[in-house]
């Protein structure tokens, strides 16, 4: 199993970001997919799930109306769109499945929202 986040950066509040998973070693277009956050001192947390068909959503109520995930089987990716950045989403981002993640994690992209 390998797992690439890419995408982060630095951005100011308000700001626009496109996190981008790219996965291998499995079968990616039969697995609900998840995006997770780990911010400096704080656990781990869930921030986005997707089905294998990409049809249904969900999304932790901090994010909701904020971020969109998606993903393109094609190409054994998934994405995570994060507008109206705000302070508090700054954390290393990470892609995993929802349910009994792969003990494998990846590096994570840290995204960092500050003026």
């Known amino acids: 199993v390998q797992l690439v986040e890419s995408g982060g950066g630095l951005v100011q509040p308000g700001g626009s970001l496109r996190l981008s998973c790219a996965a291998s070693?499995?079968?990616?277009?039969?697995?609900?997919m998840a995006w997770y956050r780990q911010a400096p001192g704080k656990q781990r947390e869930l921030v986005a799930t997707?089905?294998?068909?990409?049809?249904?959503?969900n999304y932790a109520d901090s994010v909701k109306g904020r971020f969109t995930i998606s993903r393109d089987n094609a190409k054994n990716t998934m994405y995570l769109q994060m507008n109206d950045l705000k302070p508090e989403d700054t954390a290393v981002y990470y892609c995993?499945?929802?349910?009994?993640?792969?003990?494998?994690w990846g590096q994570g992209t840290q995204v960092t929202v500050s003026s």
């Open positions: 070693g499995f079968t990616f277009s039969i697995n609900a």
């Open positions: 995993n499945k929802p349910a009994r993640p792969f003990d494998y």
């Open positions: 997707i089905s294998s068909g990409g049809r249904n959503t």
